[in-house]
């Protein structure tokens, strides 16, 4: 496994503690690494979205993968700038394991002049079986930074 | 403006209290008539997903559409059955702002015998000045119930 | 009903024209006006996706709304300029019907300085019954023309 | 490179035929193994979008993902079955280069009772030099057969 570089290092300490719902909700960053990230988040009872069953609430599965598809499209820049998500798709496979910390991996697998492209998956168990799919274009260059990912 | 059937009511009125994520974030339905749901969540300085700004997280907002279409849902069917979200697209319109309460309104256009489909949007003052647009499917009669689409 | 603007039948006419696909399909432009495209495909045994059941392709239909948001948002503009789909969701509702020309609307409901956001429909007998939903955002200002809503 | 087994061989070899715009525009399975699909478009100037640039129509590039996730479906399926495409999104990459044949590669990653789900790319010249990327859901099952998947 590759190191952080010193710029995917700052974005992974700093990304998180920007925004209070993303300190709120527990979100830490793996690793960083050349436009793919690695983050995750806590099983918690509060994000429960079925009190029967105990299964993780979809937004909160889409907020992690929002989150760090924005960290990917930060590292994947040379430099840092404002971003924002544009528009994003999930698709939900299954539902979540209740008790199991929900982990993203998302990357930014290509990138013009103004609009990064990534796609990514979030799981519970095994990377092999995700919870969830996702493909979501993030606007570069932003003049009013906006919140998804711009923590 | 028409009145809730009694079916709209007890769906309005438990719909967001059967997921702990929902009552957490104090998402509340405002009203709910043949496959349109209204629904709104407070502003928190705990869902800021930029601490500079004070924007909302984009998760939150996908949360409130993503419930919101859920309940929009069941209102268009004919009884209570089990359903959970197969997939969302968000588009992300503008930053919301600080302060304001965010509203939805999402309405369910299409069923068939297992899909549902809807359209919505989340908005902070005017209708007509969304913060954001969804389009989402709901798969109905889901053996095990998910979380995003079932309270 | 309005009338449309120059601007507006400047780009009806000329629209369809630019592109061989387009003239190829017979793609045809009935009313353009503020930012809301209507626009026809006739139905030809060439485009039918199910010997079987002499239903459309789908990829029929997903062309059609596709280049009529194109033109829906040259119109919301106030000068010409080059543009792209950038992204594009479509939802399947129900088989066309064999034999019927399928008509789309298309509306631009949001525009930025980089971006333009609309959503649409294609129905083949009533507005009101679907055959597919749509949303799709345009990239404006592109330096190197792309096809899809580059007429 | 494994083989294709004899059920995936029918499916390459029947699936283009039956639908009449598939056989008019020449789509043509290249490989079809264990729920992957490697299919081709030629180029010809009928599906250009941007006479002034000779780049492909992007609706052109839809219908080939759109068809050939179909394929991928099916091939990760045990047995033949009636499948519709749900709802599909596409992101357009860049635009296509003139002259050059379009290649789909999609695969079928994810199976429910109901529902499949599909992700692939459309590539002129290199896989790693994309034009376009997909996400697709198929619903399984449907009684009547409908168009882009049901060839």
Redesign the interface.
Known sequence: MRAMSAFDSVIATTFGS?????K?VGFEIISLIDGVCLARLPYR?????????G??????????L??TGGAAVLSALDSPVAL?????????????VPGRSLVARVEC??K?R??A?T?GIAYDEQESD?VA?M?A?Y?LHTQ????????
């Open positions: 920007m925004s209070p719902h993303m709120r009872p509060e994000f429960v979205g079925d009190i029967t069953t299964v993780l609430h979809g937004g909160i599965v889409t907020t992690l929002d989150t924002a998500t544009l528009d994003l798709r999930i698709d939900y496979l299954r539902p979540s697998f290509k013009t103004n609009i492209f796609r995700p799919a493909a274009t606007m009013i930074a906006r919140a998804p990912s711009q923590p």
